[in-house]
């Protein structure tokens, strides 16, 4: 499984981004999806994780602004991102579990810079 993430750039405060990873296997093949962050200095967290059933859990730190959603049709998953704050500078990882395998797959990651 190859996972490839885009979206990242520079926004100011306030403003919005839309991450999208795409896969290079079907998602019925795949399990949960993910977006995780690791800031500079900083630990990978969990940003948000969304089911094969298409369930979704959010941090604390996102909920309200960040939006996930999966696209079995085009083995895509998204984050749109609103209300972007400071912290939420970092880079973004995709990240997938096969479902049969159960091995788990990264993306490359893509730099969100917020600035104030």
């Known amino acids: 499984v190859q996972l490839q993430a885009c979206g990242g750039g520079l926004v100011q405060a306030g403003g919005s981004l839309r991450l999208s990873c795409a896969s290079s296997?079907?998602?019925?093949?795949?399990?949960?999806m993910g977006w995780y962050r690791q800031a500079p200095g900083k630990q990978r967290e969990l940003v948000a994780i969304i089911t094969s059933g298409g369930s979704t859990l959010y941090a604390d730190s996102v909920k309200g602004r960040f939006t996930m959603s999966r696209d079995n049709a085009e083995n895509m998953i998204d984050l749109q991102m609103n209300s972007l704050k400071p912290d939420d500078t970092a880079v973004y990882y995709c990240k997938a579990q096969e479902r049969f395998s159960g091995l788990i797959y990264w993306g490359q990651g893509t730099e969100v810079t917020v600035s104030s």
């Open positions: 296997v079907r998602l019925s093949n795949i399990n949960n």
